[in-house]
């Protein structure tokens, strides 16, 4: 991998206004080459927005996001990107088989009005026999459950062939043995040099993999380093109402 | 029957049959699968303004319908792009603007409300060569970028956000999308009216998913039950002496429910419809 030296991810002082309100203060996150980050926090505190600024899907008011050394205005290669995004269901109004789904993985490699090819079939095959669909390949997704609609959009990330993969909450509703799996793929890929920036509430069978989190309260990052008791406690004790921490102080205050 | 084929007006009335046939479903699958089945609806509306424009200016109302109608579409697009400001409310507007707007210019045309009944419901048989030249050109385009496109298409309307990170340029599909639908639903016109044809860019969909798992063949299945029902309409129609659009519609909606109870058959013969047999085989 010698193009991956450079960083895939770069955000630096990145904030986020939703509807006029701050989501992100001045946020830092770098994933460098063949290393697995994982992104964590209490609920609102960000984690979401963070992934979805940083792939370009919601606009930064501040700061600067480069995607494998490019400004992302002008990132335009999206072959090196997969993505996850948090979802509870990978069907819409039509049904869509599990096959048809994963292949929309390899629309960065396709051309307009060109048939796929055997690369991309094969992509296609290796990605839901990794998530251990093999035998629901033709399956239409509306049958599928909760947890294999959660693999069916992960194999579509790995279809990509990506080196960098952003994962919002990939394993939500994933049965145990079914996340085991997920972690030993993911483990094989970061061996092979991807990159890995992975949204969780709970760490579980990944744990191991990883070599750095990155904890956010509030929209402002508390932590940035290696996975300990103490972050994984305070990525969970905390339920905040979104508003920012204060220090009140009793009597007149320290200014006259 | 064979001496419907006679008649000049029928054998127009059935090649127009064949291009909304084929058309409508092929853009109406992507409709659908946004769950946007009502925007069709919404359209037609639109182009009633469109034609009493046409008449009002005496240009022909087939292409300044073409023309209103894919403003409207990108109106729409854009509204529902921004997803605020009650895109809901908007759109009502927009398709109770149409329909004002389109019966207030052909009443200031000299036109009355029921010399409008021939575009709301269809009037298959005044279909004139230059109408057929037009229908035939724009529903060989829709189809054919309906089909062509369809990778890109599909993963526009099954997840917009992926579809965007993998650099597909959703903003330009999608529009294409509505923009196709305005043509289609103005093609339509003449064959089952402004105001049913968004029946023949659902209903054959709807009929079709009740037997397929993929989205291809949902998508091809559509398309020949639209053209199976505009075909079987157009000619019923002509035996049993109504009017085409509300036959077409009649029959499509028949299709659906011969095909969901055949669906419920198939399924029950299925097991592996079974979405937790996974979890079954591991334990």
Known sequence: MSTSEVDPLVASGVSVALDGRLVLHDVDLTVRAGEFVVLLGANGSGKSTLVRAAVGLVPIIGGTVRLFGTPLASFDEHTRLGYVPQRTSAAAGVPATVQEVVMSGRLARRHVFRRRTAADLSAVEEAIDRVGLGDRRDSSVNELSGGQQQRVLIARALATEADLLVMDEPTAGVDHDQQITLASVLGDLVAAGTSVLLVAHELGPMQPLIDRAVVLDVGRVVHDGPVDEHTLSHAHSHQHTGAPPRTHVSGDGVWP | ?283
């Not at chain 2, 200016?57 to 990108?74: D, K, N, R, S």
């Not at chain 2, 091809?220 to 079987?232: D, E, P, R, S, Y």
């Open chain 2, 1 to 283: 029957m064979i001496d419907l084929l006679d008649y000049d007006f029928m054998r127009r009335a059935l090649l127009a049959a064949v291009f909304t046939g084929l058309s409508a479903p092929a853009i109406g699958t992507y409709l659908v699968q946004r769950r946007l089945s009502l925007l069709g609806d919404g359209l037609g509306h639109v182009a009633l303004t469109g034609v009493a424009l046409g008449l009002l200016t005496g240009i022909a109302p087939l292409p300044t319908a073409v023309v209103v109608a894919t403003l409207g579409a990108l109106l729409i697009e854009f509204l529902r792009s921004r997803g605020r400001t009650s895109g809901d409310v908007a759109l009502a507007m927009l398709f109770y603007g149409g329909i004002a707007g389109g019966v207030l210019l052909a009443g200031l045309a000299g036109e009355s409300a029921a010399g409008l009944n021939k575009f709301l419901f269809g009037s298959i048989t005044t279909v004139s060569n230059g109408d057929l030249v037009l229908v035939g050109v724009l529903g060989a385009v829709v189809v054919a970028l309906s089909v062509g496109l369809r990778p890109q298409l599909f993963a526009v309307c099954q997840d917009e956000e992926h579809a965007r990170v993998s650099g597909v340029p959703v903003w330009l599909l999608s529009s294409l999308i509505s923009i196709l639908a305005a043509i289609t639903i103005t093609l339509a016109m003449r064959t089952v009216g402004l105001l049913l044809v968004s029946a023949l860019m659902v209903v054959p969909v709807a009929a079709s998913q009740q037997v397929t798992r993929s989205f291809r063949a949902t998508h091809l299945a559509a398309m020949g039950i639209g053209l199976a029902v505009a075909l079987g309409g157009v000619v019923s129609s002509y035996e049993i002496e109504t009017q085409p659009g509300p036959t077409i519609v009649i029959l499509a909606i028949t299709v659906f429910g011969v095909m969901a109870g055949v669906g419920a058959f198939l399924r029950r013969l299925r097991p592996q419809a079974d979405p937790h047999l996974d979890m079954r085989r591991e334990t």
